[in-house]
Nanobody
Framework: QVHLVESGGGLVQPGGSLRLSCATS????????MGWYRQAPGKERELVAT???????NYADSVKGRFTISRDNAKNMLYLQMNSLKPEDTAVYYC?????????WGQGTQVTVSS
C-alpha cells in the first residue's frame, strides 16, 4: 500500500506561481508512475501531468509550458511547479501513485487562482 499526502495549495493571483508537493510512504523507486490530477467543481477529474520511473513525463495540453512535474528520489517526494496560473487552473489537485499493488490517491489540495 502507498500513502500519499499533498501540500502547497492555496490562493494565488492570476499569473502567479505555486509548488505542490506530495510525500509518499514508500520508496519512490517502487512506484511505476506518479502523477498529478485535478478536479474542478462540477467537472470530472482530469490528468495534469505524469512521470514514470524512467523519468518520462507527460502533460495535459492545457498546462504544457506552464507546469513542471518532478520528483526527488532521495526524499520520496513528487512536485508540481505551476507558473503563469490562470483562473481555469482552480481545482482540487490530487497526487496519484501507480504501484504494483494498485493505484493510490492522496486527499487533495485546493488551488484557487483569483484576483
Amino acid at each position: 500500500q502507498v500513502h500519499l499526502v499533498e501540500s502547497g495549495g492555496g490562493l494565488v493571483q492570476p499569473g502567479g506561481s505555486l509548488r505542490l508537493s506530495c510525500a509518499t510512504s514508500r520508496s519512490i523507486f517502487s512506484i511505476n508512475r506518479m502523477g498529478w490530477y485535478r478536479q474542478a467543481p462540477g467537472k470530472e477529474r482530469e490528468l495534469v501531468a505524469t512521470i514514470t520511473s524512467g523519468d518520462s513525463t507527460n502533460y495535459a495540453d492545457s498546462v504544457k509550458g506552464r507546469f513542471t512535474i518532478s520528483r526527488d528520489n532521495a526524499k520520496n517526494m513528487l512536485y508540481l511547479q505551476m507558473n503563469s496560473l490562470k483562473p481555469e487552473d482552480t481545482a482540487v489537485y490530487y497526487c496519484n501513485a501507480l504501484h504494483y499493488s494498485g493505484s493510490y490517491w492522496g486527499q487533495g489540495t485546493q488551488v484557487t487562482v483569483s484576483s
